[in-house]
């Protein structure tokens, strides 16, 4: 008989005890970020003091759960930029929405495996479901085929490969010594630059990444773009994918979608549209318009954790060819249950062992419909827009056009330099905004992505930089 019939009680407790602790982060949590709402947005913790408590877990002498959680909490209460203060202004990050938080408790108990479709049926089913519903509101036709991934940038990598393929079948086995050439693709100077990233773990290398200038505006010049490709032929490059941005990562601009797509389409070129702020716009049907030229894209993505607002991390890749997506992921072993070509999530994307992501969007689609989410997307935009009325009466000058909820401003005289002016708002920890560059001009970058962020909010903002003069 073994010497331990028993499971360790630390790891896994009786029903009760898991109860009651469940019980206590739901009491906690809540109560934790109404603190986080009347505090500071930045960390107010000592490192100091910080590191020699953690140095303090050896893991060699145990200590009850309830104490560990109280500790974790109290540590992440004090010791992050917190994302969900209704006074974050900052990256694309947003507070979640409660059904995708519940969505993660559920999942994490339960735990799916969704490498296959025998493994877990209704998971795969649910995710397949709801991202098909995604990819029909932005356009896509209802043969389109879509999946979860890590992040935008796991999506945007699934079509660089997608790309390839498609330009060359034969890239899958002998990888770029299968072009004749040096294989390209094209995406805007201002674009996300995981690009850069990407380009490299593919193979191809980051010169591959041929960036576009923009028009002056933070868009795609497409007229640069067709000068480009012209000339990377004359030279002997092989282009494979045109890449739109949907919602620059600086200012919120749309490249010229209609346009770039009748050039992928003229050049025999993948078409991508990296929507991974902006595709929420689809949500909205006053607002949805902005995007119009998506519908022409062979792959589209768009970030369920940014305009979405679920959980970190959940990207979502869309495609019209699934069998080019099955044809670049594609793998049979033996020790697998099953090989289902378009079902089973091990052979149509990057990932094996996958957490099951979507119930997070199903959950909060579903509460909310498109009207819901609709209405969020627009207040966003709303608010955005109240702020910048607001600046614009203070002498701030506005830098961008963006129908997005981003706003760009340079201060009016008198005021410190961009990177003064955000150092000092963020250190007083009244709300946390960006510096960033809009057509090599310094600018201060102001994104809301809080769900329950409100016009006090903004009227704290404007204070904060005002005090910051």
């Known amino acids: ?83 969900t203060h209704p006074r974050y202004f900052g990256l694309f990050n947003p507070a979640p929405t409660f059904p995708a938080e519940c969505a993660d408790r559920i999942v994490g108990a339960l735990n799916p495996q969704l490498a296959t479709w025998t493994t877990a049926p209704a998971a795969v089913e649910i995710e397949a479901h709801v991202l098909k519903a995604v990819a029909l509101r932005a356009g896509l036709p209802a043969n389109a085929v879509g999946h979860c991934t890590s992040g935008g940038s796991e999506a945007n ?20 010594r299968a072009f004749a050439g040096t294989p390209v693709f094209y995406i805007s100077a201002d674009s996300h630059l995981a690009w850069l990233k990407i380009a490299h773990q593919t193979g191809i290398g980051r010169a591959a990444a041929h ?11 497409a007229d640069a773009l067709l000068s480009a490709l012209s000339e990377d032929r004359a030279r002997g490059c092989v282009p494979v994918m045109i890449v739109a941005t949907a919602g620059t990562t600086n200012a919120g601009m749309i490249d010229p979608l209609e346009r770039c797509a009748a050039i992928a389409r003229e050049a025999a070129l993948w078409y991508h549209v990296d929507a991974a702020w902006g595709g929420a716009l689809i949500a909205s049907d006053r607002r949805r318009g902005a995007l119009a030229g998506m519908e022409h894209a062979d792959s589209i993505t768009i970030d369920a954790h940014k305009w979405f607002a679920t959980t970190m991390g959940c990207g979502m890749f869309m495609t019209r060819h699934a069998n080019i997506l099955s044809s670049v992921f594609h793998v049979s072993t033996t020790f ?19 957490r099951f992501l979507g119930l997070r969007l199903f959950l909060s689609l579903a509460c909310a419909g498109w009207q819901g989410y609709g209405d969020h997307v627009e207040r966003s935009i709303a608010l955005m827009a109240a702020l910048k009325e607001e600046l614009g009466a203070r002498g701030w000058t506005i830098a961008n056009d963006s129908q997005l909820a981003v706003l760009c401003i340079v201060p009016p005289p008198g005021y410190p330099d961009v990177r003064t002016l955000v150092n000092r708002v963020i250190a007083s920890g009244h ?35 005002s005090a910051a003069m």
């Open 1 to 83: 008989m073994t010497d331990h019939p028993h499971p360790p009680a630390a790891l896994f407790p009786t029903r009760a005890e898991r109860a009651r602790l469940d019980d206590f982060l739901t009491r906690e949590l809540p109560r934790a970020n109404a603190r986080i709402a009347q505090g500071s947005v930045v960390p107010t913790f000592d490192l100091a003091s910080f590191k020699q408590e953690l140095a303090g877990f050896d893991f060699c002498t145990p200590r009850p759960l309830d104490e560990l959680l109280s500790w974790s909490i109290a540590q992440l209460e004090h010791g992050i930029v917190h994302m």
């Open 211 to 221: 960036l576009v200038p923009t028009d002056g505006r933070g868009q795609m010049d």
């Open 336 to 354: 697998m249950p099953s090989n289902i070509v378009h079902l089973d999530p091990y052979v149509t994307t990057a990932q094996w062992s996958r």
């Open 157 to 176: 990598s699934t079509a660089l490969l997608c790309a390839l393929t498609r330009a060359n079948p034969r890239f899958a086995i002998e990888g770029t």
């Open 431 to 465: 709300a946390w905004m960006a510096a960033a560059k809009l057509e090599g001009r310094d600018v201060v970058r102001i994104c809301l992505t809080h769900g329950e962020a409100t016009p006090q909010d903004i009227f704290e903002l404007v204070g904060a930089l």
